[in-house]
């Protein structure tokens, strides 16, 4: 009785202490040699419980990891995974624990080690303890002095800069410190790609492809303005103080270390993805909004698709195989990791010294393309020369010809589509068998008989229907264009394929799908927007589309109607004949915009965004206003375009952001800060664009240096010009100064006022209007602070005094260089 009594305690004992480790292993931010973690149910969290530890499993893969991931937000986001390079099976039979040797080691089910912090020349009489802490950084430490940290996670980066960490080289050692991308979106292991300090001592960071091939910087630090020369998306955190960076150099290393104003209110990490980009995002509601990404083009990293890919910046997915070849992993292909590219479909036909053969091979054409790196050139009399060349050596796999003979060997690297203007770029020809150019000739002269005349019927019978079809589809469509009369009209996926003769003529491309022309049976033209990556309901989508259908005005792109079918979403506006704004202001070489229309413009913008702004029911942001969205009718009238995608696709821009160029140029600073967006985002990048209307340039900082004989940003140079009351010289040269005075430098002012830093120092479109109307009068702005640094750096001005909009304020001079706050319109005495 006694024994028995014994066990029973021995058993509950050994049960509470069970439970004690359980609790432990839960609940806490530390591991120690008493303790353990296994299975998806037990994971450390922060004291604050900012960040947690656990067995962690990326979407799409069916292997496990000890990762770090944050706590507070709805979607596990991983900012260091330890076994990266050595996954596991079953996290139920894994153990993350303190090793005899005093590190940290993780063991699979059989009992073999993973992963460990291999920290060496630990004293093994003083016990460790792991501990996670509210910055995201797991430390190895003794327990009897824990200042002194043997190990920590920050100090080892794996694809994520978080606050603290060091970005860095050892001269002593030689190890780099940097950030390695994940090899695709469902596996974490080493990819090819890596963010690092320049090892070479230069206070610049690179990108890097294979650890060889640099082919991204940020410049050198400046420590006077606080950011990377080469980096001037820097200049609104800088300025704004939620970003503080440093750069340390010394006798042992160089590194950097950023951190966040404690007060900041956000969350932000710094990554190098698996496609080669180096990227800023911060957590804003329920996803991660891109700030900014270097390259800020795609298919500027390098090799971004692989051998045999080419890459298309302007719609997803942006790599594919050229014609004759396929992804030598579908697997790999379909979760964006092209590192493998394509391989041949037929492999090529010639053989060294049988010209017979050599002859069979033949040669596919590829226009505008930019050309593969490692060409070799020859000199040759002429195309057919260039092409005999490839064919007469099995390596040849393209040649060009343009003023001289290149040829390529081997698989092609870095090619990219819609690629000119260049002397990198022209017409390539690729190199296929002849099978993929021809049919097999093998079948008898019977069979071939039998087959065209099965073909000649059935071609018969498929005239017969599609003619009934056709008769049928169009008098459905006749139906609904007269009875719906100016309501919506909600598509058929089918018909709208029909009238677009299946999407074969492409108007243009975006971030949020690609256009398409077409033509209702009336012979009415209509644009057909193909949305991409959109995930909401049809019931949501058919709310969102109807209400935007209702919103009607001169200077916004009439909604005709929508398709909401399956998985298909798309809509439908009138066609614009005259195309965007950039097509006619910076790319058309016959037609010249004269002053008149260029002012009448900016001014049908202007109301059609004070009307999404003040006249519709629920306030409309546009989000992404740039000469792209501003389309032209027949008579130049301006309609802003894709109003409202803001409200049917959330403040999810990333896809703006990264593939489309110089839509970072109109980003508000609020974009930037993290501060919550307002209409006044789109004065702002009105602004911008009505700088390109005046100046006829585009609103970046490079084009704008390279066509201009000075060093000055044009809004900075603008500025400094209205002070100085020469504002002529703003003017776009190839007007030859014909605009009336009064009309520049009221433009120019609009412009200047619309970007400044302080949202609430910007006016209302429907105060731009009343301006460009000439209804008030303003006076010079102050030149906004993150502009300065472009060019001069003048004093603030005085603007004007609010007698308008309720505001009363005393009469201030014109020229008055004190800092004071700013108003509307002049006051008329």
């Not at 308008?804 to 201030?812: A, E």
Request: hydrophobic content about 35%.
């Amino acid at each position: 009785m006694a024994s028995l009594r014994r066990s029973t305690l021995l058993s509950s004992i050994f049960s509470l202490y069970l439970f004690s480790l359980l609790s432990m292993s839960t609940s806490t931010d530390t591991i120690t040699s008493n303790s353990s973690l296994s299975g998806t149910n037990q994971k450390l969290i922060s004291a604050q419980k900012q960040f947690a530890l656990g067995f962690y499993q990326p979407p799409n893969s069916s292997y496990w990891y000890i990762s770090i991931w944050y706590n507070t937000i709805s979607l596990q986001t991983s900012v260091f995974i330890a076994n990266r390079n050595e996954p596991l099976t079953d996290p139920a039979t894994s153990q993350l624990i303190i090793g005899s040797d005093g590190n940290l080691v993780l063991l699979n089910g059989s009992k073999t080690e993973v992963w460990s912090t291999n920290v060496t020349g630990m004293n093994p009489l003083n016990k460790t303890e792991a501990v996670l802490n509210d910055s995201g950084n797991l430390m190895l430490r003794y327990v009897s002095n824990t200042s002194n940290v043997l190990w920590q996670s920050i100090d080892n980066p794996t694809d994520t800069w978080l606050s603290g960490g060091k970005l860095g080289f050892n001269k002593a050692t030689g190890i780099s410190k940097r950030l390695i991308s994940w090899k695709s979106l469902a596996d974490p292991a080493e990819g090819i790609y890596s963010y690092l300090l320049d090892p070479n001592g230069t206070s610049q960071l690179f990108i890097q492809w294979n650890k060889t091939k640099q082919y991204w910087t940020s410049g050198p630090w400046s420590d006077s303005q606080g950011i990377f020369t080469l980096v001037p998306e820097m200049i609104g955190r800088a300025e704004s103080r939620i970003y503080n960076f440093t750069y340390v150099s010394n006798e042992e290393e160089n590194y950097f270390i950023y951190s966040m104003k404690p007060d900041a209110g956000q969350i932000s990490r710094a990554i190098i993805d698996h496609n080669g980009q180096v990227k800023q995002l911060n957590w804003v509601g329920t996803a991660w909004i891109q700030i900014w990404a270097q390259p800020a083009h795609i298919c500027d990293v390098y090799v971004p698709c692989g051998p045999y890919g080419r890459c298309n910046g302007n719609e997803l997915p942006y790599c594919n195989c050229l014609h004759g070849f396929s992804p030598k992993s579908k697997t790999n292909y379909s979760l964006e990791d092209y590192s493998g590219g394509c391989v041949r479909n037929t492999e090529l036909q010639c053989e060294s010294g049988n010209l017979t053969k050599v002859q069979q091979d033949k040669f596919y054409v590829l226009a505008n393309m930019k050309y593969p790196d490692n060409f070799q050139s020859i000199q040759v009399n002429s195309a057919k020369e260039c092409a005999a060349a490839c064919l007469k050596n099995c390596s040849c796999s393209a040649y060009s010809y343009q003023s001289g003979c290149n040829l390529w060997y081997g698989g092609l690297l870095n090619l990219q589509d819609g690629y000119s203007g260049s002397d990198l770029a022209g017409t390539l020809y690729i190199r296929l068998a002849a099978s993929e150019f021809t049919a097999s000739k093998s079948h008898t002269g019977l069979l071939i008989s039998v087959v065209i005349g099965g073909i000649i019927v059935v071609l018969f019978y498929v005239i017969v229907v599609l003619v009934v079809m056709k008769r049928k589809r169009d008098q459905r469509i006749a139906r609904l264009l007269k009875d719906l009369r100016g309501t919506l009209i909600a598509f058929r996926y089918d018909d709208l394929q029909f009238v677009s003769k299946n999407f074969s003529e492409k108007l243009g491309g975006g971030a949020f799908g690609s256009v398409y022309k077409g033509y209702l049976p009336d012979s009415t033209a209509i644009a057909i927007k193909k949305l991409n990556g959109f995930h909401q309901g049809e019931k949501q989508f058919r709310a969102e589309v109807s209400t935007i259908g209702t919103i009607q005005h001169v200077n916004l792109v009439r909604l005709i109607g929508f398709c909401s079918e399956a998985s298909h979403r798309l809509l439908v506006y009138e066609y614009m004949p005259k195309s965007s704004l950039d097509v006619q202001l910076f790319n058309c070489r016959d037609v010249i915009l004269n002053w008149s229309t260029r002012y009448q413009i900016a001014l049908g913008t202007a109301r059609g965004l004070a009307y999404l702004h003040e006249k519709c029911r629920d306030c409309i942001i546009h989000c992404d206003i740039k000469p792209e969205n501003i389309l032209l009718d027949d008579n130049l009238v301006p309609k802003v375009a894709d109003f409202g995608l803001s409200k049917l696709l959330g403040r999810d821009f990333s896809r703006v952001l990264t593939t489309m160029r110089g839509t970072i140029g109109y980003l508000a600073p609020e974009w930037i800060t993290g501060v919550p967006i307002t209409p006044k985002a789109d004065v702002y990048s009105y602004g911008k664009m009505l700088f390109e209307l005046i100046s006829g340039h585009r609103n970046n900082f490079d084009q704008w240096n390279s066509s201009s004989s000075g060093s000055d940003f044009f809004p900075s140079f603008s500025a400094r010009k209205l002070i100085e009351g020469d504002v002529q010289t703003l003017l776009d040269k190839k007007l030859n100064g014909d605009a009336p005075i009064e009309e520049i430098e009221r433009a120019c002012k609009v412009a200047c006022w619309c970007i400044q830093d302080d949202e609430t120092a910007r006016p209302t479109m429907g105060q731009v209007v009343k301006i460009l109307e000439g209804i008030l009068e303003v006076n010079t702005p102050p030149m906004p602070m993150s502009h300065r640094v472009m060019g001069e750096s003048p004093d603030y001005i005085n603007f004007f005094n609010d007698i308008s909009f309720g505001t009363s304020s005393k009469t201030r001079s014109n020229t008055s260089t004190t800092r004071e706050s700013s108003s509307l319109v002049k006051n008329s005495g």
